[in-house]
């Protein structure tokens, strides 16, 4: 035994301390949906304005759009995509466009 009473018989521990690992938050798509009033120069303005694509991009996703229905024009997390599908919303509203944004958990 040792003569000191604070220490161990002998060994010498290493205290670790287990770090809870911290999950990534849950990814949104933002989705554009097709309807047969918005005009497609509408719908590519509101994909460059918002999503930040070059008039290329905003075309052929526009395209997609208007051909499938419904197309993912990104994945943020909840709170950026809440704001996209918010200030979307907002905009078609005030130009008065029944053009529809929603969200989905990825």
Same mark, same amino acid.
């Given at each position: 035994?040792?003569?000191?009473?604070?220490?161990?018989?002998?060994?010498?521990?290493?205290?670790?301390?287990?770090?809870?690992?911290?999950?990534?938050?849950?990814?949104?798509?933002?989705?554009?949906?097709?309807?047969?009033?918005?005009?497609?120069? +509408?719908?590519?303005?509101?994909?460059?304005?918002?999503?930040? $694509?070059?008039? *290329?991009?905003?075309?052929?996703?526009? /395209? #997609?759009?208007?051909?499938?229905?419904?197309?993912?024009?990104?994945?943020?997390? +909840?709170?950026?995509?809440?704001?996209?599908?918010?200030?979307? $919303?907002?905009? *078609?509203?005030?130009?008065?466009?029944? /053009? #529809?944004?929603?969200?989905?958990?990825?």
């Amino acid at each position: 035994m040792s003569d000191k009473p604070d220490e161990p018989d002998g060994d010498a521990g290493v205290v670790t301390e287990t770090r809870a690992k911290t999950k990534r938050p849950p990814l949104y798509k933002v989705l554009l949906l097709n309807d047969d009033f918005t005009p497609m120069e +509408f719908v590519v303005h509101v994909l460059e304005r918002f999503f930040g $694509m070059n008039h *290329a991009q905003a075309f052929e996703l526009m /395209l #997609q759009v208007h051909k499938k229905g419904v197309a993912v024009v990104g994945v943020f997390s +909840f709170e950026i995509a809440e704001t996209k599908v918010g200030q979307v $919303m907002d905009f *078609a509203r005030r130009h008065q466009h029944p /053009l #529809q944004c929603t969200m989905e958990k990825e």
